[in-house]
């Protein structure tokens, strides 16, 4: 007999269809507090000339009125119901599909080692980000 347990690690970031950038936190947890820890870090990643468009769901955390959204950053909050509309929501899949369904890790530190290693072979592979999260309907039309 064996009991079941769970740990959980979040994986939060930010990706760009068209060049292939993303951006990205690890944490054992996630409320507003940390969004902010990641929204500060992702403002500082961005070039001084570039606004950047977020598209969120509408999780609490995403909604809280503790959230600091820096000058350099926009969100823009998705329909009830609509994950399809979220590009990252496809690199998350692919993620699972490629690295973590399927397995048991030995302990916290096993799983957080397997998340960084498809973190850095998927996430900042910019072909990869290209074509998982590419998004017709936000491509530019020149």
């Not at 990643?45 to 009125?65: M, N, P, T």
């Amino acid at each position: 007999m064996r009991q079941t347990k769970y740990e959980w690690l979040y994986v939060i970031g930010a990706v760009c269809p068209q060049t292939g950038n993303s951006s990205g936190l690890l944490s054992p947890y996630i409320n507003a507090e940390i969004m902010n820890i990641y929204l500060k870090q992702f403002s500082t990643e961005l070039a001084e000339d570039v606004h950047a468009v977020l598209i969120w769901d509408q999780a609490g955390f995403h909604k809280s009125k503790a959230l600091n959204i820096p000058e350099n950053i926009t969100i823009i909050p998705l329909p009830p119901y609509s994950p399809e509309l979220n590009p990252v929501e496809n690199l998350w899949h692919y993620l699972r599909n490629h690295y973590w369904s399927n397995r048991a890790y030995v302990d916290y530190d096993d799983l957080r080692f397997a998340a960084i290693e498809a973190w850095q072979k998927a996430a900042l592979d910019p072909e990869i980000i290209k074509s998982v999260c590419r998004a017709k309907y936000a491509e530019r039309n020149y």
